[in-house]
């Protein structure tokens, strides 16, 4: 099984896809929007303390305050408070990163109340544990932590902690040991699966770059004025690669000079042995459109999803679930045994159920209602192939057996916006009003406009970008329309296919891909 990230920069930002043998398995968008990310450490104001809710409202910057329950203040949360007035106080020079001298506050108690902890105006650290989604601001927690590669820092605890993935007592027990030995006084540490392993050196400097990354933000935090970031999360692509690095990773793809060079020095930051398979895309087409995402983004973010053997899904989303049907299509036909015919549809939705779920950053309550099945025994495959291909997943899930109605329930983390990306496109010609002039024209019109800018525009190295049938049109055949124009004007029109523009819509460009305005 292959792994491929192909991160694709736009004026926008960044769209950053993660493949799996070919197929797009999650997308990302990294850009100035995605502020508030899981794991940005602020500096915040108590803007409200609610005790009916057992919770605060916090001011971290964002239009709608932050969402701060009791439960999410962590129990060593005096400890925080008290480091937080020492470090802005009048003698915050002789605060520094290390916590060793640093004396912990008694815990707090784990029934208590809010307004027992937290003031109005009180000035408060506070990490984003979900971003923003719909009308609801970031929920936020004072348990603060620092990810590494195979380690999380925790300031203000002295408990070692270690993936349950990890199964094998004997490496447990090493694991402990060795980072018992290097851990700071007053850190914690979780110990993540991929440093299942790993030798102490691997450890220690994971270890020692996280304590670097808490003392900048503590010098930060001595100067730090409210709503400004304290500790931020690295970008969205390296923080991919970090969480997800390994033996099946086969290339990284980029088509930005600095990116790049930013994406390969934290390769070789992290794995060294990995730093080959960064890889400068420079080609003609452009980078998603060269690796086929751009025509499965069409096809796989509608309502309706196609299977290969005929079925297909319907997906449905309500303010309190997500809904998923899998029919069979015109698979019925195809088996004379109805109970097979069901099974392998299933099993077959299943496999990119999960895949959605993923894709489309899918969270909360899913229930998926597959065809009806008789057999227990193909009852309980779909239940442990549902699972199976749900362990990639690395947002925390519950899937259900199921039900006797043939329903599977499942409950997926959600700590980022849905995904959704508009498969059905406004015609551009008519503007969705249903009417327009003869389309036929418009391989006519683009043809006008080429001889418009041929005869009055002097630079010789045009570009015009159309939609793949148009580009079918203008290039085929011998001689092609493009060689007429050629004989013409003595003038090379280079036309790429673009899959994301409409039949009708076109773009031209000169030497330095700056778009050319033809009002």
Same mark, same amino acid.
């Given at each position: 099984?292959?792994?491929?990230l192909v ?9 950053i ?15 100035d929007?995605?502020?508030f ?12 303390v ?10 971290i910057?964002?239009?709608k ?5 009791y ?5 060593k ?9 020492l470090?802005?106080g ?13 004396r ?13 902890v ?9 990490q984003v544990?979900?971003?923003?989604i ?11 932590s ?7 820092l ?13 199964t094998?007592?004997?490496e ?8 018992n030995s ?5 850190f ?10 790993k ?10 770059? %996280? ?12 100067v ?6 304290v ?10 690669l ?5 033996e ?7 088509d ?5 060079e ?12 990995k ?6 895309? @420079?080609?003609?087409? /452009?980078l998603?459109?060269?690796?086929g995402i ?12 196609s299977?290969g ?6 997906i449905?989303h ?7 049907d ?5 698979k019925?036909n195809?088996?004379?045994?109805q ?9 077959e ?6 895949r ?11 229930v ?12 309980? /495959? %779909?239940?442990?192939h ?8 690395? @947002? ?15 409950t ?8 959704s ?5 406004k015609?551009p010609t ?8 003869? @389309? ?6 683009i043809?006008?406009e ?7 525009q002097?630079?010789? /190295?045009?570009k015009?970008?159309?939609?793949p049938?148009?580009?079918s ?9 493009r ?8 003038k090379?029109?280079k ?6 523009l ?18």
């Open positions: 099984m292959s792994n491929e991160i694709n920069s736009t004026q926008e930002g960044s769209r896809a993660l493949m799996r043998d070919k197929s797009l398995v999650e997308l990302h968008y990294d850009n929007e995605t502020k990310q899981v794991g940005d450490i602020y500096l915040g104001v108590v803007r409200k609610v005790p009916g809710l057992n919770a605060a409202f916090i001011d910057g964002y239009e305050d932050a969402f701060l329950h439960l999410d203040l962590g129990p949360v005096k400890s925080l408070l008290k480091f937080i007035k470090a802005q009048k003698h915050h020079k002789h605060v520094n990163e290390s916590l060793k001298q640093f912990l506050e008694p815990e707090i108690d784990k029934l208590g109340k809010i307004n027992d937290l003031k109005q105006n009180q000035k408060i650290m506070v544990v979900k971003e923003p719909s009308t609801k601001g970031p929920r936020l927690s004072c348990e603060l620092l990810a590494g590669r195979y380690l999380v925790v300031p203000f605890s002295n408990t070692v902690n270690i993936s349950k993935k990890i094998d007592a004997g447990r027990r090493r694991l402990l040991k060795l980072v290097i851990k700071p006084e007053n914690g540490v979780i110990i993540r699966t991929v440093a299942e392993g030798e102490v050196s691997e450890l220690d400097k994971d270890l020692r770059d %996280l304590n670097l990354k808490w003392a900048e933000g503590v010098e930060k935090l001595k730090a004025k409210p709503r400004e970031k500790i931020g999360e690295i970008n969205r692509a390296t923080s991919m970090r969480d997800i690095l390994n099946s990773f086969d290339s990284i793809t980029v930005d000079k600095d990116a790049y930013e994406i390969r020095r934290f390769i070789l930051q992290i794995a060294p042995d730093a080959g398979i960064v890889k400068f895309y @420079s080609g003609k087409a /452009k998603f459109e060269h690796f751009e025509k499965q983004l069409k096809t796989l973010f509608g309502q309706t999803v299977l053997s005929g079925g297909y899904l319907v449905e309500t303010e309190a679930l997500h809904v998923i899998v029919n069979s299509g015109n019925s195809a088996e004379n045994n109970e097979a015919t069901a099974f392998n549809v299933n099993i939705a299943a496999t990119e159920i999960a959605q779920l993923r894709l489309r950053d899918m969270g909360g309550i899913i998926i209602d597959f065809i009806d099945m008789k057999k227990a025994e193909h009852k309980q /495959k %779909l239940y442990q549902m699972k199976a291909e749900m362990k990639a997943d690395r @947002s925390k899930h519950t899937v259900l057996p199921l039900s006797k109605f043939g329903l599977v329930q499942i997926r983390q959600r700590v980022r916006p849905e995904l990306i508009v498969t059905k496109e015609c008519c503007n969705g009003t249903g009417k327009i002039t003869a @389309s036929i024209a418009i391989a006519d019109q043809e006008t080429i001889m418009h800018l041929m005869e009055n002097n630079d010789h /190295k045009i015009v970008g159309v939609h049938y148009l580009f049109y203008f290039t085929g055949g011998f001689p092609s329309r060689m007429k124009w050629f004989f013409k004007h003595f090379w029109i036309i790429f296919e673009d899959s994301s409409g039949l009708s819509e076109y773009k031209f460009f000169d030497h330095h891909d700056e778009e050319i305005s033809l009002k």
